[in-house]
């Protein structure tokens, strides 16, 4: 039977991106006063996402997490602005491989003052993740698998790794990474379902306890 999840994916993906495009080119050419933070003056959808991470960090530990890398963080960081207004993390890093989609949140960041948020052009199969504490990957992350392998072949041990996952039927239009999990690591916990996705908690197999 011809396998039809990756057209899926690929359209799929183009309409998260133009959406998102939109929102942030908007917050990008608006006059926004000095001060304002993003859950402010975001949009409905971008709101609804940044709310539903109070609940998804509520299950990290950011007490001792010196830096935090966002992997797909996209042209509207959403979870590289809440890592960066809603903890004390000293260094939050949003990757992107799409330069243009890298300047406009990195525009984003200064309009709305994020000093210890970074965003960076970088491969996430490439990228060294040693130093970071907590690693976040978006949903849209492709190829994720690999992705995710590059994390367990360069994370620390103490790594808290949060997958944003496709549940169901989204599986046909969203890469997984848990098909099978990469084999040095093991589900910790999950957390609701949204818009037929939810996020998987991970971490290495031989982490302390």
Not at 127 to 140: K, L
């Amino acid at each position: 039977m011809l396998d039809r999840r990756p057209g899926l994916q690929q359209e799929f993906g183009s309409f998260i991106v133009e959406r998102e495009i939109e929102e942030a080119y908007r917050l990008r050419d608006a006059d926004i006063p000095p001060g304002t933070r993003f859950r402010d003056v975001a949009g409905p959808h971008a709101a609804g996402t940044y709310d539903r991470l109070r609940e998804v960090f509520a299950r990290v530990d950011f007490s001792n997490v010196q830096k935090a890398v966002m992997v797909g963080c996209g042209w509207r960081p959403v979870t590289t602005l809440y890592m960066h207004d809603e903890t004390q993390v000293p260094e939050v890093v949003g990757l992107d491989i799409v330069e243009d989609a890298v300047d406009c949140a990195r525009i984003l960041g200064r309009k709305f003052g994020c000093d210890r948020l970074r965003v960076e052009l970088a491969d996430a199969m490439t990228y060294d993740y040693s130093d970071a504490q907590v690693i976040y990957v978006a949903s849209m992350v492709t190829p994720k698998a690999d992705v995710v392998a590059r994390i367990a072949d360069t994370a620390p041990p103490e790594a808290q790794i949060v997958l944003w996952e496709p549940v169901s039927l989204a599986r046909l239009w969203m890469q997984t990474a848990m098909h099978p999990l990469d084999p040095r690591l093991e589900v910790i916990d999950t957390g609701s379902v949204n818009w037929l996705t939810t996020e998987v908690f991970v971490r290495f197999r031989w982490a302390k306890r």
